[in-house]
Structures are given as C-alpha cells and as structure tokens.
C-alpha cells in the first residue's frame, strides 16, 4: 500500500510540475470555474483527507489525501481535478475550456478491495486519465443586498491511457453563491462509461466467475451513475480557508446490476472531504 501511494504522489507531482511550467491559474472547487478579467495573480495550497469506496460500486470506505491547489496568474487557471489537474486556457471569458490530466486508482491497485470475491476477480490497474473539459458560468441574479446566485455547467471527457482502457463523458449543472466569507454550491452530476471501463469494473466473465463464485456478467456502456455535489468555503481571513466537498452519486442501469455492485458492494456511492487552505497573494 506504501508503494502504491509512493507512486501516484509521485505521478501528481509530475503532473503538477508540468502544468507549473506554463502560466496558469487556479480558484477553489466548487467556486465559478471563469476569473474576472482583473484578478490578481495567487496561489492556494490546501492539505486535508477525505474518504471514499475502495472502488466503483464498493460498500467500504478508505481514507485518502485531500489536497487544494490553485493558481491564478495572467488570467488563466490551473485547479485540482480529483488525483489530478487541470488548466483553463482563456482569459476570464464565459466559456472556459482546457486540459485534463489525472490519476484513476483502479479496483484492488490503489486501495486494497478488502474482500476476498473482488480480489479473485483481478486488478484492474491504477492509471492516467487524459482529456478536456468545457464549462460556462452565468448570474442568474444580482441583488444588491446579498451576493450574486450564479449558475453553472460543465461537460468533460477523459481517457485512460492503460488500466480500464475506457473512456468517460462527465456533465454536471448547478448553482453557486460566492461571498467574501462563504461560498456555497451544489449541483446535479452524470456520467457516462464507455464499454471498456464498464467491462473493466462491473462485467464478470466466465474465468472471473469461476474464480470468485460471482454469476456471469456483460456490462455495457451507457449512464453509470447519477448524483449531488456540494462544496462549501469558509474564509477565516483573506488568507486562510476551510474548504469541504461532500457528494452522492447513484449507479444505474448495468452498472447497478452487475453481481459486483448487488452481491458485494451497493448502488449508493458517497464521497466527503475537508481541507485547510492558505492563499498567497
């Protein structure tokens, strides 16, 4: 377990580094995906730990590293991206858009599945997801006597490079309520699997089943999963934050059927995670 997390510490700090070669910048989660034309250059870092299944479609938790960064300089964006970043190319405009690159912590590679049947039916293997992402941000009310109600949306699409070999197609809408002590924010969130990665993480095949005493499955590609985000930002000061993103998802369709999911894990996905935050400006 030591080595695996020695690994994808160091996958993220290469990741990192290379998107620290090029100017970017960066906003917390959850807060308004565009900065104004006008924001000043900073950089947050945020350490923290949150919890989340061992694997898509566990029922048991692992703990796990829960950091913030993010870097505003020259009008442009980089942020975290789960195990990973990615870099707003544009200027403070409505439509934002960019890379994305990022870490997928596989089934029995990352976290250990902690169940003897998920761990007769193989790996699948830690790897890097790549792709892009698009989203706008448009007020929706401008009071005068309280902050501004935002709405957003977002669509993106990663590929991994080895382990599930698949692809997914991520979409969320939402609102959000920036302020100078709280930013509030929830949204509504989908995601699409391709074949691969359905059959890499809920399909069992006749070889799997024989091994794990799990019936026969073929997993096809369709919506995976449907859920709720929310995040929330203290400001304690203009230099230090607390930060924390919980979120609940659903599976559905082959995803919620395979004998993965309904013998040895659940339909019911969550996430939650809290950081400390510190902002040079």
């Given amino acids: 377990m030591f080595q695996k997390t020695r690994i994808l510490c160091t996958l993220c700090v290469a990741v990192l580094s290379v998107a620290l070669g090029t100017p970017a910048a960066a906003q917390a989660q959850g807060?308004?995906?565009?900065?104004?034309?006008?924001?000043?250059?900073?950089?947050?870092?945020g350490l923290g730990v949150g919890v989340a299944p061992r694997f898509p479609g566990a029922d048991s938790y692992a703990p796990l590293p829960f950091p913030l960064i993010n870097w505003v300089k020259n009008g442009?964006?980089?942020?975290?991206?789960?195990?990973?970043?990615?870099?707003?190319?544009?200027?403070?405009?409505?439509?934002?858009?960019?890379?994305?690159?990022?870490?997928?912590?596989?089934?029995?590679?990352?976290?250990?599945a902690n169940d003897a049947v998920i761990e007769a039916l193989?790996?699948?293997?830690?790897?890097?997801?790549?792709?892009?992402?698009?989203?706008?941000?448009?007020?929706?009310?401008?009071?005068?006597?309280?902050?501004?109600?935002l709405f957003t949306a977002r669509a993106s699409f990663?590929?991994?490079?080895?382990?599930?070999?698949g692809f997914l197609i991520e979409g969320a809408v939402g609102l959000v309520r920036p302020s100078r002590k709280w930013t509030t924010s929830v949204s509504a969130t989908a995601t699409v699997a391709s074949g691969n990665y359905q059959d890499a993480f809920f399909s069992v095949n006749s070889a799997q089943s024989l091994a794990s005493g799990l019936a026969e499955f073929d997993a096809d590609a369709g919506l995976r999963d449907v859920g709720v985000t929310s995040f929330i930002r203290y400001a304690i000061n203009p230099k230090w934050s607390v930060n924390t993103i919980a979120s609940y998802s659903r599976l559905v369709s082959d995803a919620a059927d395979s004998p993965i999911v309904t013998e040895r894990g659940s339909a019911n996905q969550a996430f939650f995670g809290l950081n400390v935050a510190y902002t040079w400006r």
Avoid at 81 to 110: A, M, S
Wanted: no cysteine; proline share 9%; net charge positive.
């Fill in 31 to 45: 807060r308004p995906s565009g900065p104004p034309q006008g924001q000043p250059d900073s950089f947050t870092y």
């Fill in 122 to 149: 193989g790996q699948v293997s830690l790897t890097a997801e790549v792709g892009a992402f698009i989203a706008t941000t448009r007020p929706i009310s401008t009071s005068r006597q309280g902050p501004p109600l």
């Fill in 76 to 112: 442009r964006t980089l942020r975290n991206n789960g195990f990973g970043v990615e870099y707003d190319v544009t200027k403070g405009t409505k439509l934002d858009f960019g890379p994305i690159l990022r870490i997928n912590g596989g089934r029995d590679d990352l976290n250990n």
């Fill in 158 to 165: 990663v590929q991994a490079i080895s382990g599930h070999d």
